[in-house]
C-alpha cells in the first residue's frame, strides 16, 4: 500500500480553500469544466515531496498544479475582460509521447498531431516539443564536461560531473547530500527549464508579448517536475513570472480525455507548433539513449572527439549490479582515458554516493536519474490501478522510443542561429544567465535527513 505524502495529509485544507478561491475569484465555480476530478496528490513513491524535502509553501502551489488550474485559465480566457486573458501554450517532453502512443496504439508521430489536436480543441493556443531545449541542455553539458575535465587538476570538484536534468534527483541532492554533491552537479538547466527560458524569453519577444502574458504548461512523465517549476532561480521578479506556470503529467492529460469522454483516436490531426514564426514541426526526433534524453552517450562521444581526437560511432554498455546501473569505457593505447555511468533509482545513486564518500569513485561522469529504467518509467505514467509500473506497456513505450530517429544537437540549425541571434554567441554572458543555474545544499531543520528508498 503507497503511503501519501505526510505534507500533502496536512496541506489538504490550505489546498482546497487556495484552489475554491482561485475558481471562485474567476467565476471558475459557474462552469467548472473538470469538477469531478479530485485534486491532484502526490504520493511519496511518486517524488521527494515528503516532510524533510517539501516547505508547506511549496506543497500548496504544487498541489495546485492540477487539472483545475489549466481550466482556470482556459475559462479566463472566454471572460470578456481581455486584460485577463492568456496565451496558453503547452510543450510535451519527449518522453511523454510514446506513452500516448502504446497507449492508443497510435504511431509516434501520429500521437504527437492528436495530442496537439485535442490540446487545442480545449483552447490551448501553442502545442510545442521540448527536443530543442534538450538540444540547448545537451550542448551546453558536453562542453561543461570538457572544460570540467581540462580543470579537474586544479580543482578539487571539477569532476565527477553529475547531470542535472532529472529533478528528483537534483532534490535529493541539494536537500539531503548537500555540498558533497552539488558543486559536481553540471550547472546547464534541464530541458523543462530551458523550455520554459524558451517560451517566456525567446517566443514572447517573437510575438511581442509580456512573459506574464503567457501561461506555460509542460507534459512531463514524472511528478518531481511540479517542484522543479517552482524554483526560485527559475522565476523572473520583474514580470512577476515563472518559467514554468503549471506541470501535468501525461496521466493526468489522460484523465482530462476521459473526464470529457474523448478517444486519442478520434481528435483531429494538428501538427505541433514551432517557436519559429509559423513553420510547424516535421517528424519527431529524439536523442541518444534508450530512455532518456541521452546525456551519457551525447557527452561521451563529444568528449572522445574533444579530448582524445576519437570518433566514437557505437557505445557499448556493461551492466554492473543491475541493469540499471551501466558503464561506458573509452580505452586509448591500452589505458581507460574515460569512464561514465548511468545510474538510475534511489538505491544505485545511494551506492554511487557511499563510493563517493569513500573516495573511491572512479568515474568521470554519471547520467543520474531518479526512476528505475529512466524517464519513460515516470511515475506520471504508465502505472497500474494500484500504482505500479504497468511493464507490458513500459515495453511498448521502449520500442516506440527506440524506433524514434535520433537527430543530434549540433545539427539543428535552429539552435545554432539562436546562439547567435538570441543568446549573443556561445561564450556570451547571456548564455550563462538563460541555460545555466547554480545547485546548492539547501539547510535543513529536520534531524533525519537518512531517507531510505
Known amino acids: 500500500m503507497k503511503q501519501e505524502c505526510s505534507k500533502k495529509q496536512k496541506n489538504d485544507d490550505t489546498q482546497s480553500t487556495s484552489v475554491d478561491a482561485l475558481s471562485s475569484n474567476d467565476g471558475f465555480e459557474e462552469k467548472n469544466e473538470f469538477h469531478t476530478l479530485a485534486n491532484a496528490k502526490v504520493l511519496l513513491s511518486d517524488c521527494l515531496a515528503c516532510d524533510n524535502c517539501m516547505t508547506s509553501e511549496e506543497g500548496a502551489r504544487v498541489f495546485q498544479q492540477n487539472q483545475k488550474e489549466l481550466f482556470r485559465i482556459l475559462n479566463l480566457n472566454k471572460k470578456c475582460d481581455t486584460s485577463k486573458h492568456k496565451v496558453l501554450a503547452v510543450s510535451i517532453c519527449p518522453q511523454s509521447l510514446p506513452y500516448f502512443a502504446a497507449k492508443f496504439n497510435l504511431s509516434v508521430n501520429d500521437a504527437a498531431k492528436r495530442l496537439c489536436g485535442f490540446l487545442k480543441s480545449l483552447g490551448v493556443h501553442y502545442v510545442f516539443d521540448t527536443t530543442i531545449a534538450a538540444d540547448f541542455s545537451i550542448l ?4 561543461e564536461f570538457v572544460q570540467r575535465y581540462q580543470r579537474r587538476n586544479q580543482e578539487e570538484h571539477a569532476l565527477p560531473m553529475f547531470a542535472s536534468a532529472c529533478p528528483g534527483w537534483i532534490r535529493y541532492a541539494e536537500r539531503v547530500l548537500t555540498n558533497l554533491v552539488t558543486s559536481h552537479i553540471c550547472t546547464a538547466k534541464s530541458p523543462q527549464q530551458i523550455m520554459g527560458s524558451l517560451v517566456k524569453g525567446y517566443f514572447a519577444r517573437q510575438q511581442n508579448l509580456s512573459p506574464d502574458k503567457i501561461f506555460h504548461v509542460i507534459v512531463a512523465p514524472c511528478y518531481d517536475k511540479k517542484l522543479e517549476a517552482l524554483r526560485e532561480d527559475f522565476y523572473t521578479a520583474l514580470y512577476n513570472s515563472q518559467e514554468v506556470d503549471c506541470v501535468l503529467t501525461s496521466g493526468e492529460i489522460v484523465q482530462i480525455m476521459e473526464q470529457k469522454n474523448v478517444s486519442m483516436k478520434d481528435v483531429t490531426e494538428v501538427a505541433v507548433d514551432s517557436l519559429f514564426d509559423e513553420i510547424k514541426e516535421g517528424d519527431v526526433v529524439r536523442h541518444d ?18 579530448l582524445f581526437g576519437m570518433d566514437v560511432k557505437e557505445i557499448t554498455y556493461k551492466a554492473l549490479k543491475n541493469k540499471d546501473f551501466q558503464e561506458v569505457t573509452l580505452e586509448k593505447d591500452g589505458e581507460t582515458v574515460l569512464r561514465f555511468a548511468a545510474a538510475y533509482g534511489f538505491r544505485n545513486i545511494q551506492n554511487m554516493v557511499l563510493k563517493l564518500k569513500k573516495g573511491k569513485f572512479l568515474y568521470h561522469f554519471v547520467e543520474v536519474l531518479a526512476c528505475p529504467g529512466g ?4 511515475k506520471g505514467q504508465a502505472q497500474t490501478e494500484d500504482g505500479k509500473p504497468d511493464k507490458a506497456l513500459l515495453n511498448q513505450m521502449e520500442e516506440v522510443y527506440a524506433a524514434i530517429p535520433v537527430r543530434l544537437p549540433e545539427t539543428n540549425m535552429h539552435v545554432q542561429r539562436m546562439y547567435q541571434d538570441w543568446l549573443e554567441g556561445m561564450d556570451s554572458k547571456k548564455v550563462q544567465e538563460t541555460l545555466h543555474t547554480k545547485y546548492s545544499a539547501v539547510n535543513q531543520t529536520a534531524s533525519n535527513l537518512d531517507i531510505k528508498w
Open 289 to 306: 539513449g534508450k530512455r532518456s534524453d541521452g546525456y551519457l552517450e551525447h557527452i561521451f562521444k563529444h568528449a572522445a572527439k574533444e
Open 375 to 378: 524517464c519513460l518509467n515516470g
Open 140 to 143: 551546453e553539458s558536453q562542453r
